[in-house]
């Protein structure tokens, strides 16, 4: 591919219709709520108007000096409009290579890819990657194929043939799991703060007046009929999350290639995401408030790509949802520098009362305001305190850890439940802490940082003993080897 090539046409098509959702918010102020009710309709229709064929102009012209090659070890790129600009890849510097089908790509049989790499650009140029948004499979596969050759130091020895070329599936989602996926996500919220962020948009010219004195009067027809309204609307927003959930992680599948994980999914849309395994810094092991009663929770691993536009593919999904006593036959033959059968040590009994506290602390001043304005029924905000005490305990229990063989593991609880797993050779910081509370109940609570994506990630774990916290902290700054390590 030594010639320069031009992407698909459907690349302006994709980058025009990109640039118009980016202006969506300012073209609705500009064109519905600036041209209402004066004598400037046609200036702002015609503005409208061109803007749009600019966009369209400006998208066809960027695709057309858009060109893309591969030479003497590079991929080389040459784009730009009144300023010409060139970027060269080499192709031992590219982390990795992902490709997805949007419903535009799959229509014409072309992919997207995504090269990730430490530079930054312009038309179909992010920070940290770079994109070819609409490619024929033949040069996707030129492309990759070229990646291997350089990664095997352009050439494939006969006796690792076998072992490079071979696919072992990790995992594959069943019907069942992706429908127990879908119906235990949490997407419902999400659907519901988008709908109610679309319609406030439209507020002049919805008679929001009339739907609420309309509402007054269906409530007078009692409560049982608001409850099945309420019910109606949650079951279609739960209906809407789950449709997209099964589109989404449809056929997920993981493989390890070689020295890489393969993740592809998708039904409307399909990716394709390679993990190369020396980027993994940690895996997560997340239980939401649904799954964990039944068993259920998902996997993650913490990678050193990414970048700040994409943080997917910093923390990769590789379980979407397994029954957690399985995770241990499904990861370890394939990371086999990480084990999942560990013993905790737990935070101390002395450290629940603080754990109490701290949640009482946010529920004190909402039971004041309530019942001081809402009484009578401001009382009953008396059970707050008793959930509080409940999720308090939870936070408690979960807080815990683990040394064990060269891996550090902070379990904890945020909304979910984590586990993570961290190897001592990943960790970039450590850091101990303890308030003047803690001090005088030898608590404290330490942190483990590592790298994923353009941050970082890790775990914390509060109110640990005193002891305990130093311990970790010597095993991590010790610079002899002992046999724990």
Known sequence: MSEPKKMHPVAAVVYALRQLKEMLIPFLIFVVFGSRGTDWDLFYLIGSIAVVVLVLVYGVLSWHRFTFRIEQGELRMEYGLIVRKKRYIPFDRIQSIDLSEGILQRMFGLVKVKVETAGSGGMGLQDGEAVLTAITMQDAQEIHDYLVAIKKNGQIQHEDEDRFLREDVLYKISVPELLMLATTSGGVGVVISAVLAFVFQFEEFIPYEQIFNGFENFVQNGV??????????????????????????????????????????????????????????????????????????????????????????????????????????????????????????????RAYRRYVMKGWIFVLPILALAVWFFRPWGYGAVTLLAFSSIWSYLHYKDAAWSLDEGMLTFRYRNMAKNTVYMRKNKIQSFSVKQSAFQKKLKLATVEAIVKSGHGGAGGKVVDLEKRDADQIYHWYSHKISTPNE
């Open 224 to 349: 049982l009929f608001i409850s099945v309204v309420v019910f109606i609307g949650f079951l279609f927003a739960w209906l809407i999350a789950l449709l997209g959930t099964i589109l989404k992680y449809a056929n997920f599948t993981v493989k390890k290639v070689a020295d890489d994980l393969v993740i592809t999914r998708g039904l409307l849309e399909k990716r394709q995401f390679t993990i190369p395994m020396s980027r993994i810094q940690a895996v997560r092991i997340t239980e939401n408030l649904i799954r964990q009663p039944l068993g259920y929770a998902s996997a993650f691993v913490e990678s050193a790509g990414g970048s700040a536009l994409d943080q997917e593919s910093a923390k990769v999904l590789i379980l979407p949802i397994v029954k957690k006593k399985t995770i241990p036959s499904l990861l370890e033959p394939y990371l086999s520098d990480y084990h999942f059968r560990v013993r905790f040590s737990s935070a101390p009994k």
